[in-house]
């Protein structure tokens, strides 16, 4: 903040008017006015021809007398941390609308529309804020907003990945080898064989069990996916229509805490399941 205040006061317009002011002053006006009782202007042009520095120190110190009054201008500081405030909104929207176009190509049909019905609300609701009235409430709104649409492309790419990894054909077709090497144990006669099959059995009714249980996390994402895009469309109707109040934050605030809260879990979970099937193989 310190770094963006004291370059927005050097940068400020009416600071470098104020020192392109005193040089033109200094070097041109002051030359031709009796600076002082006893020295004639041209006495103090010689002067000057001689040695201009003190008229550019002068100048400098003019200047860094308005910079430090800008810095601390209670207004001046207000408009600082007001653009940094939009530039990050800047920033974190195009940051997520990369991310969603690597993940749409990635994506179902349907996944798609999703995610550019959620895109698009996102956007509008960014686009209400940048054109509208930006009051501190308004800002945190937009800000969790954002944070929200960050966190529903991280789930729906893990509801992607997982949702290929877990499909009802997988449990279809072990359902079917179970039930070929049950038949195939009760017919065969060596022992050692029937083991074998007993073994590769249980293993798949494993597979089917932990399958079940992902289909379950499955839909449970789904669920949140859902709630993450109805929540979307609420704040940008409230956003367009200035409804928005400490209710809906504290609300939005829950909501994204729970969607990073719930990202986290499912992938330690996911992880461990990788690692405690490699472990069975």
Known sequence: MKSSLLKGALLLRRNIVALIAS???????APRLPVAP?????????????????????????YAIFVLQSMSSREFKESI???EIINKIRKTSEANQLNARILKRKLEPNAQQRLDNMLRESNEIVHSFLTGNKGHLKEQVVQQSLKLTS?????????RVRSSASNAERIS????????????????????????????????????ESLKNERLELDKMDARLQYMESTIG?????????????????HLESDVHEADVLNTVLNERYDERREARRARL
Not at 23 to 29: A, D, S
């Open 173 to 208: 077709q072990l359902a079917k080898r179970i039930n070929a090497n049950t038949g195939n144990m009760n017919s065969v006669k060596d022992r050692g064989i029937a083991d074998e099959l007993k073994r590769v059995i249980d293993a798949d009714e494993r597979m089917i």
């Open 23 to 29: 040089l033109v002053i200094l070097n041109f006006v």
């Open 38 to 62: 006893f020295m004639a202007p041209e006495v103090y042009e010689q002067i000057l021809a001689v040695n201009p520095y003190p008229a550019l120190l002068l100048s400098l110190a003019v």
């Open 151 to 159: 966190a529903y492309i991280t789930l729906a790419d893990m509801f």
């Open 81 to 83: 941390a007001q653009k």
């Open 234 to 250: 609420m704040l940008k109707y409230n956003i367009i229509s200035n409804l928005e109040s400490e209710d809906i934050l504290s």
